[in-house]
Every structure is written in structure tokens, then in C-alpha cells.
């Protein structure tokens, strides 16, 4: 779905658009699993996405279909996250940013009302327009009454779906806040389900995260987390399992209904066995109907490296589950993808001789399984901060490389000339040779925060960083948290002889396109 149909759409009479938009399905689900997406491209999506939250109750029916698609992506919790934060980059107007806002605020409350199951990518945006708001606020930017009380209205609306949906959580799972014991040994218990664990009626042992009050010991908090984080890309499977079951009972085993949990690939068989760096794949063939030859498996998430699969050939009573290997774009249009399984082999030979059907699972297994795995093999001897995850200590440590050095001086004269420069026209004097010798743990020796280039928050976080073993720097956007976390790599690094020891300082960022922008940062430094 490129800009003319987006344009033409926003354009087009209210018939006229219901229609065109229904029948653009395909391409906007393509579109939407894009994940940079072009401020235009976003700017026309939501206006478009907020004209179909005003279609008359009358032709409903075909936007729930077409609102279906955006709950399958991760268009809220991802795109529109992403984007929300510049808008002030963008000097945009105030009449467009409060038609952003009002559109954003449709949107959001539409996918509350038709899709339960989206509370969480929901939250996850309300946060983000919450700290916008304040943030316009505190910059003196107006905001419209009509926007505060629909967000207002928005956010009392996603704290009634989050109690509906965690009673209907507790009802469905059987997951409470009780002190009930494990029945088996999280550790023993496979990262893939097994076959009882994936029928609708199965309810797995839960218990919930502890948000107020303290876990009982590191077991303890490695359990509840293993299961959950297990249940999280189990449970959608078993519903595709079940919304299968259903339709195939429905409309018998012809439907054409696109499924919600699942993608399904039809007439998949081996054809050979790959080798490569000593790991042994499968080539499997599948159908490429009318519905794959529309895919731009460049640009798709679909059978991407990493993701998990499950065959079956009796409408999954029994499974096979298996992990793409290698995606080839090229191959993949041609219906041939190559994937790993952890059998024996008598039992592989069971994949040449009959046809499934395949199953994708929606969430990316690939992610699941590293960690899942981590948290099983950690244990009391080498769980990391325990002291605060654990025991909920409140005021953090000095670092280590403070306790078992406390009178080492850091090299803080890496400011850049234009906070010289500010500095001196606020008459501070700036001695270069003192700041290269600053005491971190006194307070007295620190230079001055506009010597540094910092307004008082930044340099409180910027202290913080360098002095405590645990920190958390927290604002809205345009606050210069990327800024001081640049300043805070520039100086662990310059001053790396104190920490150090020929180890690596680790980046984790949420998406590539941060890590990416946060890494250019890094290499502008001399």
C-alpha cells in the first residue's frame, strides 16, 4: 500500500472508502509489518486508520475485518510507539498535532473495544502519549480540553479492559496470587510444549509477576518468570490450535477464513536433507496459493530465521515442531523453506513419507527460546543483582570499580567547546587539568553542571550513572536521555583503565533503529 492509495483513501467518500479500503486489505497488512515506516507513510496511516474508526455502524462489519489486521501486527506497540516521540522533531503544526493526538486516541480506543486481547500493545502507546502530553505541557505548547478528556476517557477505558482482561487471564488459566508450590521442577520442564499443553481446555501452572512485595528466593523468581514467559508464545498457539478446530467444524476444510494465531501453509513435504556447519536441516515444499503469491517475502516477517513451526497431518491432534533454518526471500516464493527438528531419526522419517499441513506460530520463537533457556541455567551463585531484583534493595551500591579502587580520579574533560564556551560566558571558571582528576564520589569535587553541558537533571543522571552500581535514568521525550547516555559511553570509555580490564561495555537497545542511532553516536567519538 504505497502514498497515492493512502491519499486516495483519505480522499475518497465514505462508501467509496469502506470498499476500497476492504478490498486494499492485503496490501496494508504488508504495509503495516514494515518496521520503518516514513513519517509520511505514518502520517497518512493513522489519518486513514482514524477515518475507518468513524465508519457508520452499518458497514462495521467489513473495518472490524480490516481492524483484525492491525491487531495481528505490531503497528501500536512498534510503529506508532516510534513515531509518536518525534513529532516534535517534525514542527508540525498545532493544528496537526492535535489531530495526530485526537487520531492516535481513536485508533486506541477502537482496538479496546473491538480486540481485548490488544490491552498491552494499547498501554504501551498510552504511555507514550501521556509523556508527550506533559512533555507539550511543560514546553508551554497548548493542548485542546477535547484532547485531554478523550485521553482521559482513553486511559480510564484501558484500566477497566485490564482488570476485565486479568480476570478473564485468571478464569482462563487458572493463574492467581497464591502461594500454591510448583508441581514439577522448572527446570526440567522443555521450552517446547508438548502435545497435552496445546489442547483448549489445558490450564498451565501460573503464577503472577510480584510487582508489590519481594519473591522468596532466586528459584522462586526464576520459576514464575520461566512459566509465564513460556505461556506467552505457547498460549498463542493453542487458540490457533482451537480457532482452527472451530472453522474447520464451520465451514469444513475448504475455509478460506484467515486465522487470527495462525498462518497456515497447505500440501508441505520433505524433498532433502541440507548440511551446513555441521547442522542438519530440511528442505520442506509447501503450496503457494493466491494469498502467498501476493506476499513480498522480502519484506515479510514470515518463516523469517528463527521462527517456529509445527506440522501436523490430522489437523493438529499430533505435531511436529520444527525452526526455520535459513530464509531465502527467493526460496521462500517459490514454496521451499529449510528447517531444523530436534527428533530421532526414525522419527524424521516420518516427514518424507506423508503431506501436512504447517503451522507458524506468531510469536518469534527465536527470541523465547535464548532466554528461556538463560533463565533455566542461572542459579544462586551467579544471579545477577540479586540484591535489588530479589531482596528489592532501594539504595543502590557504589560500582566495583569505585570499592576496589575509591581513590581513582576520572578524566571528565570531554565536554565539547560549545559547553566550554557556555561556561565561560556564565563566568564559571573552568580548570581542564582539574577535571581531568574528578573524584567521582565527592560531590565538592565536581565541576559545575553547565561546565559539563548539562541542565541539573542531566548531570543528577549523569552522576548517578558513574556512582551507583544500578541506575535508572527515566523522562519524556525530549528531556536528552540519548544525549546523556552518549556522555555517560564517552566517558566509561575514556576512562576504561578504572573498569575495564579489556571488557566489553554491552548496548541493548529496544530496536535496531535505536542500537543503530546510539552506535553512530558513539562512533563520532575522538
Known amino acids: 500500500m504505497g502514498i497515492n492509495l493512502l491519499t486516495r483513501l483519505i480522499t475518497t467518500e465514505p462508501n467509496d472508502f469502506t470498499r476500497l479500503l476492504y478490498e486494499n486489505r492485503t496490501p496494508l497488512e504488508l504495509l503495516l509489518k514494515q518496521q520503518n515506516m516514513d513519517n509520511e507513510t505514518m502520517q497518512l496511516l493513522i489519518n486513514v486508520l482514524s477515518k475507518a474508526c468513524r465508519v457508520s455502524d452499518q458497514q462495521s462489519e467489513r473495518m472490524i475485518e480490516v481492524f483484525s489486521i492491525v491487531n495481528a501486527s505490531n503497528f501500536l506497540d512498534i510503529n506508532l510507539v516510534q513515531w509518536i516521540p518525534k513529532w516534535n522533531q517534525l514542527c508540525f503544526t498545532q493544528d496537526v498535532l ?60 484501558h484500566e477497566t479492559f485490564l482488570i476485565d482482561s486479568k480476570e478473564l487471564n485468571v478464569r482462563r488459566t487458572g493463574m492467581s496470587d497464591d502461594s500454591r508450590e510448583p508441581p514439577d521442577n522448572f527446570r ?53 490450535i482451537a480457532e482452527y478446530i472451530d472453522e474447520l467444524a464451520r465451514q469444513g476444510a475448504k475455509s478460506k477464513k484467515r486465522l487470527n494465531n495462525f498462518r497456515l501453509y497447505n500440501n508441505v513435504h520433505a524433498v532433502g536433507i541440507e548440511r551446513s556447519k555441521g547442522v542438519e536441516s530440511y528442505k520442506l515444499k509447501f503450496h503457494i496459493d493466491d494469498h502467498l503469491k501476493a506476499v513480498k517475502w522480502e519484506h515479510s516477517q514470515r518463516l523469517i530465521f528463527g521462527s517456529l513451526i509445527c506440522l501436523s497431518r490430522d489437523d ?77 534493595k532501594r539504595s543502590p551500591d557504589l560500582p566495583l570499580y569505585i570499592i576496589e579502587n575509591p581513590e581513582f580520579k576520572f578524566d571528565l574533560s570531554d565536554f565539547n567547546n560549545t559547553a566550554l564556551e557556555d561556561a565561560e560566558q556564565m563566568s564559571c571558571q573552568v580548570d581542564v587539568q582539574k577535571l581531568k582528576a574528578v573524584c567521582v564520589r565527592d560531590d565538592e569535587n565536581w565541576p559545575s553542571h553547565e561546565t559539563l553541558g548539562f541542565d541539573v537533571s542531566q548531570m543528577r543522571a549523569y552522576q548517578a550513572a558513574l556512582r551507583e552500581e544500578v541506575c535508572l535514568i527515566q523522562g519524556p521525550p525530549g528531556t536528552g536521555k540519548t544525549y546523556v547516555g552518549l556522555r555517560i559511553v564517552k566517558t566509561l570509555l575514556r576512562n576504561r583503565k578504572c573498569w575495564g580490564n579489556n571488557k566489553p561495555l554491552m548496548v541493548v537497545c529496544y530496536t535496531n533503529h535505536a542500537l543503530d542511532q546510539f552506535l553512530e553516536g558513539i562512533t563520532e567519538f575522538e
Open 98 to 157: 492535535e489531530k495526530n493526538l485526537l487520531s492516535t486516541i481513536d485508533i486506541c480506543t477502537k482496538m479496546l473495544d473491538k480486540f481485548l486481547g490488544n490491552v498491552s500493545a494499547v498501554g504501551v502507546t498510552l504511555l507514550v502519549l501521556n509523556s508527550v502530553v506533559e512533555g507539550f505541557e511543560k514546553n508551554d505548547i497548548f493542548v485542546t480540553s477535547e484532547v485531554k478528556e478523550k485521553l482521559t476517557s482513553l486511559r480510564e477505558t
Open 188 to 240: 526440567e520442564v522443555p521450552v517446547l510444549p508438548c502435545p497435552d499443553e496445546l489442547r483448549r481446555d489445558y490450564k498451565p501452572f501460573l503464577r503472577k509477576n510480584i510487582v508489590n512485595g519481594k519473591y522468596d528466593n532466586i528459584n522462586h523468581y526464576l520459576d514464575v518468570h520461566y512459566r509465564l514467559l513460556r505461556e506467552d508464545f505457547i498460549a498463542p498457539i493453542r487458540e490457533g
Open 316 to 392: 493438529f491432534k499430533t505435531l511436529i515442531f520444527g525452526v526455520v533454518a535459513n530464509s531465502d526471500p527467493e526460496k521462500l516464493a517459490e514454496g521451499s523453506v529449510e528447517v531444523t527438528f530436534d527428533l530421532e531419526r526414525h522419527l524424521l522419517q516420518e516427514i518424507f513419507t506423508h503431506s501436512f499441513k504447517m503451522a507458524e506460530s506468531p510469536s518469534y520463537f527465536e527470541a523465547y527460546r535464548h532466554v528461556l533457556t538463560c533463565l533455566q541455567e542461572l542459579n544462586a551463585d551467579d544471579f545477577p543483582f540479586a540484591r535489588y531484583i530479589i531482596n528489592t
